[in-house]
């Protein structure tokens, strides 16, 4: 209601300015959901991948050598990272309807980018790395970009796929210490798991934050936005040429360098997208902390009760062996998603097998999260796996209920989950 509300007061073609001035609402509702300063600059993009780009806006021209760009647990995140990350285009049509082709260099990217490493957040067995082992790897690339000349941007994670936060605090800390301001962290939040404090501890150590409308934020796929420190923004040079096959001039803040090559024009699809995604943050952010505790307390309790005691399914840790700790510091990131091993549903179920089970599952109406490798079988492959999570929406709608009969509704979802996947396994 809300979202056709805001689409039949645009008209039926909105102007370019009428696009600006919307979004420029839309950062300032941003700022006020989450608590930021007023001199955090917002890029909103089409898509999570998309916002690689304007990491590597940020730092363009920044070394001779170019940018080294290390990527953490790619497997984890967007499955056109690997593209986006090299400063090439991903898909064979842009956002504003310019025929592309994947893998081929972004105008004023290429070159830009020469070197990517990829840092894997699990071992060759699906565990969890440790966050000091993936600190020192880090080290490792940032000293091979330094000796080649290069700016280097380091990705973190803040909420995987399976709920990873990678590496900890102190170990960026640590990376921060060393390098001062010949690196930059970028942390991958695209799953929206994040707190207004986690946020701020990341824009303190001059860290650009990328975010994403769907997901936990319940929104539709296809919008997002970068959170960029004062600082980072004060040093960025003009953007990229080529940036003006991808973004609309409104979508970038208005005093960036450069942000008069960009086309004006509206994107109305990613307009009322962000409008939505917006209205549940909203929403989500004016709960109680103490209900939002309690819902998601009650959603974890029901994945165990009807799901995991119920079924061969075993739910996996979303931190390193031994950090059982780190799931109550970060419940919006930990506890609101649950990773269920499912490779004893028959004897060795695969990957395959999982892919195969979550597209039957539409027909039962149960949508689950995708599959993820992280399990590995004993006689080699990857195990089948599916994700189970809860979205700010959901969150917002169940607090309104009593305890019961919030708990209640949960194990009636888990409940026909269960059934749903025992049926599509046989």
């Not at 799931?327 to 549903?345: G, K, N, Q, V």
Request: glycine share 10%.
């Amino acid at each position: 209601a809300h979202v056709a509300a805001r689409l039949a007061a645009l008209g039926p073609e909105p102007s370019a300015a009428d696009y600006e001035a919307d979004l420029e609402a839309l950062r300032g509702r941003v700022r006020g959901a989450y608590g930021l300063a007023a001199d955090t600059e917002i890029v909103f993009a089409p898509s999570g991948t998309d916002l690689e780009y304007v990491a590597l806006a940020c730092v363009a021209g920044l070394a001779p050598g170019g940018t080294h760009n290390i990527l953490l647990g790619a497997d984890e995140v967007g499955s056109g990272c690997i593209h986006s990350a090299h400063g090439r285009y991903f898909a064979e049509t842009t956002a504003l309807g310019i025929a592309t082709r994947p893998s081929r260099p972004v105008p004023g990217l290429d070159g830009v980018l020469v070197d990517l490493a990829d840092i894997p957040v699990r071992d060759a067995e699906g565990r969890v790395q440790r966050s000091a082992e993936i600190a020192a790897g880090m080290k490792e690339a940032i000293a091979a970009g330094r000796a080649a000349d290069r700016y280097t941007l380091v990705h973190v994670v803040h909420g995987s796929k399976t709920g990873l936060i990678l590496p900890a605090l102190a170990d960026i800390d640590d990376l921060l210490r060393a390098h001062g301001d010949d690196i930059a962290i970028v942390v991958d939040a695209c799953q929206a798991r994040i707190t207004p404090a986690a946020i701020g501890e990341y824009l303190d150590r001059g860290a650009i934050v990328f975010v994403t409308g769907s997901k936990f934020m319940g929104g539709p796929p296809f919008s997002g936005f970068a959170l960029v420190p004062a600082k980072v923004a004060a040093r960025a040079r003009p953007l990229p040429e080529g940036l003006a096959t991808i973004f609309r001039r409104a979508e970038w803040p208005r005093a960036w360098p450069g942000a008069e090559r960009l086309p004006d024009g509206a994107n109305i699809g990613l307009l009322m997208r962000l409008e939505a995604s917006i209205f549940e943050l909203e929403r989500f952010h004016g709960l109680a902390p103490r209900a939002v505790e309690r819902i998601i307390l009650a959603f974890h309790a029901a994945v165990r009760a009807e799901i995991v005691d119920k079924t061969p399914a075993h739910r996996l840790a979303p931190y390193p062996p031994g950090d059982r700790g780190e799931a109550d510091t970060h419940p919006i990131e930990m506890r609101t998603l649950s990773t269920l091993d499912l490779s004893e549903f028959r004897d060795g179920a695969t990957f395959e097998d999982a892919q195969r089970w979550h597209k039957a599952l539409l027909g039962h109406g149960v949508r689950l999260g995708q599959p993820v490798k992280c399990v590995k079988l004993p006689a080699g492959g990857w195990g089948a796996t599916l994700r189970v999570g809860l979205a700010m929406w959901q969150i917002a709608d169940l607090a309104g209920l009593s305890g019961e009969a919030a708990a209640t509704a949960l194990r009636d979802d888990m409940a026909r989950i269960r059934a749903a996947l025992l049926a599509v396994s046989r």
